[in-house]
């Protein structure tokens, strides 16, 4: 669309009317590429903050777990650490900067499709190499992957239960202002079986990128060797409903009002990524909260050990790690999924039951 200076509302509600409704996935992807190729979002200046710019012990215990299974699968040289949507590079700094203490220091590589974000990495890890997808990434290494925050910015796919059998939801208007509406065509042969006789109403939500991705991924780390950890805010278990929302300078926002002006997001579902990746040969380590992940890493030692060194800023950290794990901020709704290469060892902070 080569409407320049035309917000994307603008060119929505054009396209709208001139040809029907449009999906969900091209309202949510748009209004997205639109959103993070202006701006950085983050910090309080931003629309959001992220778990590494809450405190450093984020990025450092996921530096300690990167080394810690690289070094249990035989310190392979040549290894690649690569990362998807780095944000400010802040996670990526940390976790390098703990892992080099224990003699990881691999190549780095950042998917990134924001200028404004690759600045602000470049300042962070000016040793990264930046690609716009994960194909252009080299493969004669092993890999260490790691997303925070990424998946769920991916465009979602969401179906409805009518009266007459399952539709497509999309975007259309009432007046000017976009609104859900169910097309036309029938969908019923895109929903599991034992859900087609849901209540009507019932809203599926399904994100075709993100399952392209981990499929990727998971191949990637079958041919190559390695291991990902995803972190993201989601369920363990797939659920119906919408769970599309909007955030803008920090608070959560109408997702029809202006696109392409706030973050949109989903919740991320790990129960059928993690399948995805199975498919694929590799191992799926688990699903854990993030709370229970990063105490299973240590962070209530970390917290304690950075404490004593600066006691002036020891009720700051401990807000901190409370942010990041207690079970009514970020350590429930977060979840961490572990992958390995069959041939790797399982990761820490994974034991089911």
């Known amino acids: 669309m080569s409407d320049d200076g035309a917000s994307l509302g603008d060119i929505f509600r054009r396209l709208i009317r001139n040809t029907g409704p449009i999906s969900f996935t091209q309202y949510m992807g748009e209004s997205n590429a639109r959103y993070y190729t202006a701006k950085d979002p983050l910090g309080g200046a931003g629309d959001f903050v992220t778990a590494p710019e809450i405190s450093q012990m984020f990025g450092e215990l996921i530096g300690l777990w990167l080394a810690d299974i690289w070094i249990r699968a035989g310190r392979p040289d040549p290894v690649l650490y690569v990362e998807l949507g780095p944000g400010r590079g802040t996670l990526a700094a940390d976790a390098l900067r703990t892992a080099a203490r224990y003699g990881l220091e691999p190549e780095v590589h950042f998917v990134e499709g924001s200028t404004a974000l690759r600045e602000a990495q470049m300042e962070s890890v000016p040793q990264a190499i930046w690609h716009d997808d994960l194909a252009s990434v080299p493969q004669y290494a092993p890999m260490l992957l790691v997303a925070n925050e990424f998946l769920d910015a991916l465009p979602v796919r969401q179906l409805v239960r ?187 902070g994974f034991a089911q039951g």
């Open 162 to 348: 009518m009266e007459q059998g399952w539709r497509e939801r999309m975007v259309g208007l009432e007046g000017d202002r976009f609104v859900p509406v169910a097309g036309g065509q029938p969908m019923d042969a895109a929903v599991p079986v034992e859900l087609r006789d849901a209540d009507e109403g019932t809203i599926l939500e399904t994100c075709p990128a993100a399952a392209a991705i981990l499929f990727e991924i998971a191949g990637r780390l079958e041919a190559q060797g390695g291991a990902a950890l995803l972190i993201d805010y989601g369920h363990a278990e797939m659920r119906p409903g919408s769970t599309l929302q909007a955030v803008r300078q920090h608070r959560k926002v109408d997702p029809f009002a202006d696109p392409g002006t706030a973050d949109l997001t989903a919740l991320v579902d790990f129960a059928t990524l993690a399948r995805i990746a199975q498919s694929r040969g590799v191992k799926w380590l688990g699903t854990v909260p993030q709370g229970a992940f990063l105490r299973a890493l240590g962070i209530a030692t970390r917290t304690e050990n950075l404490a004593a060194r600066a006691p002036q800023y020891a009720e700051e950290l401990r807000l901190a790690r409370d942010r990041l794990v207690a079970d009514d901020q970020m350590g429930q709704l977060f979840k961490v999924m572990g992958l390995a290469a069959r041939e790797w060892p399982d990761g820490v």
